[in-house]
C-alpha cells in the first residue's frame, strides 16, 4: 500500500536547525510532484514547500524562504526538508504530502511535530 512516513521533528531552540524526512513507499515516487505542509492547532494547513519529480522547480511560502530548503532523493523514494534558522512561529505538525495529479489520489504522511522553543 502506499504510504508516507515522517520523521526528524523535535524541540529545538530559536535559530537552531532541523532536517525532516518523509519516506515514501508503494508507489513510483519519482513520478509525483512531492510537499512539505504545516498545521498548528485552530489554523488551516499551510502549504511550505513543494518540488517537481526531478528537483528542477521547488516553491516556498514567503514565511520560510531563504531559511528552509525541501530537496528528494528518487532512488531512496526520499523527500527532505532542510530548516534554518528555526523560530517559535515555525511550530506545528509537518506533514508529508503527495498532491493529487494525473497518476493517481492524494497522499498524506500522519505528520511530525516541531516546537521551536526557548
Known amino acids: 500500500q502506499a504510504q508516507l512516513v515522517e520523521s526528524g521533528g523535535g524541540l529545538v531552540g530559536p535559530g537552531s536547525s532541523l532536517r525532516l524526512f518523509c519516506a515514501a513507499s508503494?508507489?513510483?515516487?519519482?513520478?509525483?510532484?512531492m510537499a512539505w505542509y504545516r498545521q498548528v492547532p485552530g489554523k488551516d494547513r499551510e502549504l511550505v514547500a513543494s518540488?517537481?519529480?526531478?528537483?528542477?522547480?521547488?516553491y516556498y511560502a514567503d514565511s520560510v524562504k531563504g531559511r528552509f530548503t525541501i530537496s528528494r532523493d528518487n532512488a531512496k523514494e526520499t523527500l527532505f526538508l532542510q530548516m534554518n534558522s528555526l523560530k517559535s512561529d515555525d511550530t506545528a505538525v509537518y506533514y508529508c504530502?503527495?498532491?493529487?495529479?494525473?497518476?493517481?489520489?492524494?497522499?498524506w504522511g500522519k505528520g511530525t511535530q516541531v516546537t521551536v522553543s526557548s
Open positions: 518540488i517537481t519529480r526531478t528537483g528542477e522547480t521547488t
Open positions: 508503494g508507489f513510483t515516487f519519482a513520478l509525483w510532484t
Open positions: 504530502s503527495r498532491p493529487q495529479d494525473s497518476y493517481g489520489g492524494a497522499l
